[in-house]
C-alpha cells in the first residue's frame, strides 16, 4: 500500500481535489482575477478555521450497521419515525444521492477508513482481515493533534490502529449483554442493550476519558438495525395492534431482469429462519415456509428479559401457529406475516438508535460542544425492507446502495440544506482530514465533501457525474453474484461477470427497478455511454479485475472440482503441476491418453479450471489448490479467457498473468515455471482474439528471467505455414483435441527436461 503524502510544496496543503482543480482553473484563466482572489480566499478559509472557534471541528461520526433510508423519516419514510436522527436534516444537510461503494459490512467500513474502494483497500469481503498497517484517516488525524476513538461494531478482523481509545464488539455483536473487546485484549460484558451500552460507553469518553485540550473524532458504531433485529424491552411492543404498509414490490417474480436475480437467499418466502428471524420457540415445524436457525439472541438473555420478550412475542406467535397449522393461511398471507413480524422488529432497533442519537445530540448541547462539532448519521449500507420479497442488502439496487448521509455543522451548512450531489462513503475520509486541515494524501480515491457542505444546496461544477460501485462476496451467505456497475443521476447499469450480462435501468422512469432496458433499442445509445463511463471509471479507479481474486464458488460444478483440487493438493507429493483454463483441464478430456502417456507417471496435478480468468486462478492459488503443491516444474498458460469473455486489454492481463507469477514464486520458491505464451485462436492470424493474445503474449515473454521463469511460445505447433489455425487441431478454434494434446506435450518436453523434470 502506497503510504506516501503529497510533496509538502506540491499543493496547498488542506486542498481537497474538487477545490484544487478549481483554484487552479483559476490560476489558469488570467483573465479573471477574481476567480483568482477567490481561490485564494478558500485557502485562506481552510487554513484558518474561521468556524467561530479556536480549534478545528470536532467531529462526531455515527454510524449504524444496516439502516436503510427509507426507515428514516427525514428521507420520507412511509413506515417510522426518527424525529432525533431528522434534528441533523433540520439543523444541517441530508444527502439523497449518497451511496456506499461496496454494499456490505467490512468492506463498508474499509472504504469509510481509507477513502479507497475495496479493491484498493484490500478488504473486498466479510471475513477478510483488514490491513490496519495501511494510512487511515484516524491516523493521519491523529497527526493532526486530533484525539480519535471508537466505540462498537467493527467488524474488520484485526484490531482498530490509529484510535488513542477504542472498544468494539466482537465480529457481529450482540443485542442483549453485549461482550466489548477491550484495548488490552479482554472481553467484557455489559448487561443491558447493545444501543444503549455503545452510546453509554461513547458518552463516558468524551465526558471523562478525552484530552479535552483537543479536538476529537468519536466514532460511535452499533449494531443496530442489524439481523436478527433484537428490540430493546422498551420497544417490544411498539407498533402493537398496527400494520405496517408493505412495499409495493414485495410480491417481485423477478421477471424482466436477469435470471441470477431469483438465486440469491435473502427472501423473507424462502430465507426466514423460524426461531433467529420470526422469533418463534419450539420445534421447527413448516419446513415449507421456515429454515431452521434458531435465536441465538434470545439465549444471551437474563430471565427478565427472557420474561418480557415472551410476553411480547408468544400470544402473537401462539395465534399465527394457530392458523398456519389449521391451514388457514396462504402462502400469501404466510409471507404478509412474515414482513410484519420483520419491519416490526427491524423499526423497533432503529426506536433505541433513535433515541441514542438524540443522546449523544444532547449531550453535546448541555456540553458546550454544538457549535463547534460536526455530526454525521450515516450507515454501512442500505437494505432491503421487503422491497424485492428481500432483507439483506449487497445488491446494487436503490435499496442496499444507497447510505443516509445527514451532517450538521454550525455555521457552514445552512440548516434544512437537501442536496442532489452524488456522494460516497470513500469521500469521507477526505472530507474529514479536510475539515481538520490536513493534507490529503494523493491516493485517496474519494474527494472532499466540504465544498458541498459550503456550497449551500448546490453541485458545484466538476463534482462527479457518476459512482462506481462493485460488490465481491459471492459464494457467501445469501448467494448474491458477484457484479459491478456505475450510476448517474439517472441511469445505473449494473455488470455481471457470471454470464457476462449487462442490467440497464431508467430510474426515472422505472425506480423501483422492475425492468432492466439493456436490450430496448431506444436506451442503446444511454447503454453505450453508461459502458464507457464504466470502462472510464474502473481505469480511474485502477480496477483491474485480471488481478483481483475471485471465486466462482457460486457454480456448483467449480466448487466442488475447486474442493476436490484442493484436497488432491493437500496430500502433495507432486513433480509437476499444470496450471490454467479449460485448455488444460481437457489434460483430463481430449488430453487423456496423451496425459497418460506422458505424465502418469511422473507425479503430476492438473489445476486447470474451464472458464477461468486470470483472476479466478489467483483465487484458487492462494485459497488451497497449492497448500502442498511444490512441485519441480509448475506449466502456466492462462489468460485466453480474459480475452474470450471480456476482450481485455492486454496489459491489464499481463498484470493478472504477473500476480500469478508473483504467487508461485512466494508459494513455492523452489519451482521453476514454465509460462507458456497463450495459445493461438480463432481461425486467421488477424482474428480479433487471436490478436488480442498475440498483444498478451508480447508482454509476458517479458516475464522471462532463465532463472524463475521460462517463457516459451509454443503457438506454432498448432498454425500450418499460413498461420491458419486447422480444426484437424483445434475443432473449435480454441481448445484442443487428442493431436493437439499430443503436440503441445512433444513441444514442451525437451524444456521440461532441462528445468529438472
Ligand atoms: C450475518 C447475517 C447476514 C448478513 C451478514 C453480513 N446473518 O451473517 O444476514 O448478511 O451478517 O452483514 S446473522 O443471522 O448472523 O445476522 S454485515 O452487515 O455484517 O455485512
Ligand atoms: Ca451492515
Not at 340 to 358: C, F, G
Not at 664 to 673: A, S
Amino acid at each position: 500500500m502506497d503510504q506516501s503524502f503529497a510533496p509538502p510544496d506540491s499543493k496547498t496543503p488542506g486542498l481537497t481535489e474538487a477545490r484544487r482543480s478549481s483554484f487552479l482553473d483559476a490560476m489558469q484563466i488570467p483573465r479573471f482575477p477574481l476567480l483568482i482572489l477567490a481561490g485564494l480566499a478558500l485557502v485562506w478559509a481552510r487554513q484558518e478555521p474561521c468556524h467561530g472557534a479556536q480549534q478545528p471541528p470536532n467531529i462526531v461520526f455515527i454510524f449504524s450497521d444496516d439502516h436503510a433510508v427509507q426507515a428514516i423519516s427525514a428521507y420520507g419514510s412511509r413506515i417510522n419515525q426518527t424525529p432525533g436522527i431528522d434534528r441533523l436534516a433540520r439543523e444541517g444537510a441530508l444527502f439523497v444521492n449518497s451511496f456506499c461503494a461496496n454494499s456490505i459490512c467490512g468492506p463498508s467500513r474499509a472504504c469509510i477508513l481509507t477513502g479507497k474502494h475495496s479493491h484498493i483497500n484490500g478488504f473486498r469481503r466479510n471475513g477478510e482481515r483488514f490491513d490496519g498497517s495501511q494510512v487511515t484517516f484516524p491516523k493521519l488525524l491523529q497527526k493532526a493533534g486530533y484525539q480519535t476513538a471508537l466505540v462498537g461494531k467493527w467488524h474488520l478482523g484485526t484490531n482498530p490502529t490509529g484510535f488513542h481509545y477504542w472498544e468494539i464488539l466482537p465480529g457481529q455483536g450482540n443485542y442483549y449483554n453485549p461482550d466489548l473487546i477491550q484495548m488490552d485484549g479482554t472481553r467484557k460484558r455489559y448487561t443491558g442493550y447493545c444501543t444503549d451500552i455503545i452510546s453509554d460507553r461513547a458518552i463516558k469518553w468524551l465526558d471523562e476519558d478525552r484530552d479535552k485540550s483537543k479536538p476529537f473524532v468519536l466514532m460511535c458504531q452499533h449494531k443496530a438495525p442489524h439481523r436478527n433485529w433484537s428490540p430493546a424491552p422498551r420497544h417490544l411492543d411498539l407498533f402493537d395492534g398496527k400494520e405496517v404498509p408493505e412495499p409495493s414490490s414485495l410480491f417481485d417474480d423477478y421477471s424482466g431482469r436477469s435470471a441470477l436475480l431469483k438465486e440469491n437467499e435473502m427472501t423473507l418466502k424462502g430465507h426466514f429462519h423460524w426461531g433467529h428471524d420470526a422469533k418463534l420457540h419450539g420445534d421447527r415445524q413448516h419446513p415449507e415456509h421456515f429454515q431452521s436457525l434458531g435465536n441465538r439472541e434470545y439465549q444471551r438473555m437474563n430471565d427478565d428479559q427472557k420474561a418480557a420478550w415472551d410476553r411480547q412475542y408468544e400470544k402473537e406467535n401462539q395465534a399465527f401457529l394457530k392458523q398456519l397449522n389449521a391451514g388457514e393461511l396462504s402462502d400469501r398471507e404466510v409471507l404478509q406475516w412474515k414482513y410484519q413480524r420483520y419491519i416490526k422488529d427491524y423499526l423497533r432497533t432503529i426506536a433505541a438508535l433513535d433515541e441514542n442519537v438524540a443522546r449523544i445530540l444532547d449531550y453535546l448541547d448541555q456540553n458546550n460542544l454544538t457549535e463547534n462539532t460536526i455530526v454525521i448519521y450515516s450507515s454501512d449500507q442500505g437494505f432491503y425492507l421487503g422491497e424485492h420479497g428481500w432483507y439483506d442488502k449487497r445488491w446494487m439496487f436503490e435499496e442496499s446502495l444507497k447510505m443516509p448521509f445527514l451532517v450538521r455543522w454550525p455555521g457552514v451548512i445552512r440548516p434544512g440544506t437537501r442536496s442532489t450531489a452524488m456522494i460516497q462513503n470513500i469521500d469521507y475520509a477526505p472530507t474529514f482530514l479536510d475539515v481538520a486541515g490536513a493534507p490529503i494524501p494523493e491516493d485517496i480515491q474519494g474527494r472532499s465533501l466540504v465544498p458541498l457542505f459550503e456550497n449551500d444546496s448546490r453541485v458545484p461544477t466538476g463534482w462527479r457525474d457518476a459512482i462506481y460501485y462493485a460488490y465481491y462476496e459471492n459464494d457467501a451467505v445469501h448467494e448474491v453474484p458477484i457484479h459491478d456497475g456505475v450510476r448517474t443521476q439517472r441511469y445505473k447499469a449494473m455488470f455481471f461477470p457470471r454470464g457476462r450480462q449487462w442490467q440497464l435501468f431508467d430510474l426515472v422512469r422505472d425506480p423501483e427497478e422492475m425492468k432492466s432496458v439493456h436490450e430496448d433499442d431506444a436506451y442503446r445509445p444511454i447503454l453505450l455511454g453508461l459502458q464507457q463511463r464504466y470502462r472510464d471509471l474502473r481505469k480511474f479507479y485502477q480496477v483491474n479485475s485480471a488481478t483481483i481474486p475471485m471465486t466462482r464458488g457460486d457454480e456448483a460444478w467449480w466448487k466442488k472440482r475447486n474442493q476436490a483440487t484442493n484436497q488432491k493438493a493437500r496430500q502433495g507429493g507432486y513433480d509437476l503441476a499444470f496450471i490454467g483454463d479449460s485448455i488444460t483441464q481437457g489434460w483430463e478430456g481430449g488430453g487423456k491418453a496423451v496425459w497418460e502417456k506422458h505424465y502418469a507417471t511422473r507425479n503430476a496435478i492438473n489445476l486447470g479450471f474451464s472458464g477461468d480468468r486470470t483472476e479466478h486462478v489467483i483465487w484458487r492459488l492462494t485459497r488451497g489448490n497449492l497448500r502442498n503443491v511444490k512441485p519441480k516444474v509448475a506449466v502456466v498458460m492462462i489468460g485466453t479467457n480474459n480475452t474470450g469473455h471480456l476482450l481485455q486489454e492486454p496489459a491489464e492481463v499481463a498484470d493478472g498473468v504477473r500476480t500469478i507469477l508473483d504467487i508461485l514464486r512466494h508459494q513455492t520458491p523452489d519451482t521453476k515455471i514454465l509460462l507458456l505464451g497463450i495459445f493461438p485462436r480463432g481461425a486467421t492470424p488477424l482474428d480479433e482474439k487471436r490478436l488480442n493474445n498475440v498483444a498478451i503474449n508480447q508482454l509476458i515473454r517479458r516475464f522471462h528471467d532463465g532463472e524463475k521463469v521460462h517463457y516459451l511460445d509454443i503457438g506454432h505447433a498448432f498454425l500450418d505455414s499460413e498461420s491458419i489455425l486447422p480444426t484437424s487441431v483445434m475443432p473449435d478454434l480454441l481448445h484442443l483435441n487428442e493431436e493437439g494434446y499430443e503436440r503441445w506435450a512433444r513441444a514442451i518436453e525437451p524444456k521440461l527436461v532441462e528445468l529438472g523434470l
